[in-house]
């Protein structure tokens, strides 16, 4: 248990996050409590230019790690300092009390962490703005280096990533610019919902006779869209859940107001997951040829039976196989497929075989995954009947999974990454020259604006000229989405009556 005691709690949210990733399952209280294995409290001054910070820790000692870099040692130099702040910028005032923490901790447990005290989401997109800027590609990762102490390898992949991002959005066509947008839909069904998972989904079984109603539910919201955004953005991503869970007829259904409503035969790219492979059949692969569908998702997450077995997922590697090669037959060029590294029960070789079993298929692009436990998924809401699952992931197996995918010819080419995640990693997606995901670098990277539309989903609003976001959700019950639909709309409304867009 951690205690994090704070007079001002404007970046309690970033202390804890940073202190997660030290102390991984961990719980948090506000207050010094007996049995506390560390307590930080902070405290800013009546007139907000110093923070100061002290750390009591009673976990085991390690020899204590004076720093692996010159920013960090100078950082530690002055760690019982108060940390001159300005609260009116909130970017600059956090990085300095993150790095000071970052130091401290790595001073106290003998261990530092891959990304530093970066703990945010989308790394690349410093590195992708910096570039912007004109600056240079080592100067951009010495920065991330000195400024967030990311590893050399780390701060490496990131820049990477970023210049193939750039190079990437420099050939969109002109619409994917400006006030345009990008459409994503939600199908928040499955077949069944994996031990790790947390997204909105639910047993498609419990919903088969309600399938429409959730259906014209969503029509409404995207009709709405449509007539607010305009009828042709830049890319359409259908996701969940797995929308290959629906019925073929209602996959039809769908895909013929998708085409009718927004014309996505014109999108640079048209994606439908087809995640799992037992929702995976001729019929449905023929629906989606039929509406022009560009890109699917493949997505086994492992090929070892015993694992799948175990994470609840009601298919065999042997189907894997057998719906891969079927969409490959059937013409599918741009076929995509997720990994997870850190399963539970699963060791380094367990990994190697099912890499090489990818390899063996050859998919266009392949998204590597360190698995991060969230708060709604079985594996933390059940914690004690997992409690004896060995999780193990390790830069060794991220290593040799980035080796295997790098040489089926594929590049990395966005990375984003997720709070609870195992070994403080990261997820990044690969893919062959032309074959990768315009949608994911779009929404990653923040570079356009997204409609969600669908149970669960957000709509990111980019205001063109002011680096700037405004998002609005929609609720994750599906029962809930129907039944409050209009209110799903008005949100949107008020969203576009603030921001609207320049041309529809």
């Keep these: 248990m951690i205690g994090i005691i704070l007079n001002d709690n404007a970046y309690e949210q970033d202390i804890r996050e940073l202190l997660m990733a030290f102390f991984p399952g961990r719980s948090f209280v506000h207050e010094m409590l007996p049995g506390l294995e560390l307590c930080l409290i902070g405290e800013v001054d009546e007139n907000r230019e110093w923070f100061r910070m002290q750390v009591v820790f009673w976990g085991d000692y390690s020899p204590l790690v004076w720093g692996t870099s010159p920013a960090e040692r100078q950082e530690l130099d002055h760690f019982d300092e108060p940390i001159r702040v300005d609260y ?125 109603e959730y259906l014209d539910a969503l029509f409404m919201e995207l009709e709405y869209a449509a007539g607010q955004a305009g009828k042709h953005p830049s890319s359409v991503y259908v996701g969940g859940g797995t929308p290959t869970s629906l019925p073929a007829n209602a996959l039809e259904r769908l895909l013929e107001k998708l085409t009718d409503t927004f014309g996505c035969a014109g999108a640079a790219e048209f994606t439908v997951e087809a995640g799992r492979p037992d929702s995976i059949t001729e019929e449905k692969l023929e ?56 399963l539970p029960q699963e060791e380094e070789d367990d990994v190697q075989r099912t890499m090489e079993e990818i390899k063996a298929l050859g998919p266009d692009s392949l998204t590597i995954h360190s698995l991060a436990i969230k708060r709604a998924a079985r594996l933390n809401t059940m914690r004690e009947a ?105 949100r949107k409304r008020e969203l576009f009556f603030a921001f609207p867009f320049s041309a529809t």
């Design 88 to 212: 009116d910028n909130r970017t600059e005032t956090k990085n300095k009390i993150k790095r000071r923490l970052y130091v401290t901790l790595k001073a106290l447990t003998g261990r530092g962490l891959p990304w530093g005290s970066l703990t945010g989401i989308r790394p690349a997109k410093i590195a992708l703005t910096m570039l912007g800027q004109g600056i240079g590609q080592k100067a951009v990762c010495d920065y991330m280096k000195e400024t967030y102490f990311a590893s050399d390898s780390k701060a490496k992949l990131c820049v990477e990533i970023a210049s193939r991002e750039r190079e990437l959005l420099s050939q969109l066509p002109k619409g994917c610019g400006g006030d345009s947008y990008s459409l994503y839909v939600g199908i928040p069904f499955c077949p069944t919902t994996c031990l790790y998972c947390s997204f909105t989904s639910y047993p498609i079984e419990k919903w088969q006779g309600r399938v429409d």
């Design 287 to 342: 629906v989606l040829k039929k509406y022009g569908v560009t890109r699917i998702s493949i997505n086994p997450q492992t090929m070892n039976q015993k694992t799948l077995d175990l994470i609840g997922r009601r298919h065999t590697v042997e189907d894997v196989r057998d719906r891969f090669l079927t969409a490959r037959g059937m013409g599918f060029d741009n076929i995509n497929m997720d990994l997870i590294v850190g």
């Design 386 to 490: 997992y409690k004896d699952y060995k999780i193990t992931g390790t830069q060794e197996i991220i290593d040799m999974a980035a080796r295997y995918a790098r040489e089926m010819g594929l590049e990395p080419y966005y990375l984003y990454r997720q709070k609870n995640m195992a070994g403080n990693f990261e997820n990044v997606g690969y893919a062959r020259p032309g074959k990768a995901c315009i949608y994911n670098v779009l929404m990653m990277e923040e570079q356009q604006t997204i409609i969600g539309c669908g149970a669960g989903t957000t709509t990111k609003r980019v205001i063109p000229g002011e680096n700037r976001v405004e998002r609005v959700e929609t609720v994750k019950n599906v029962e809930q989405y129907i039944g409050r639909i209009g209110e799903m709309i008005e």
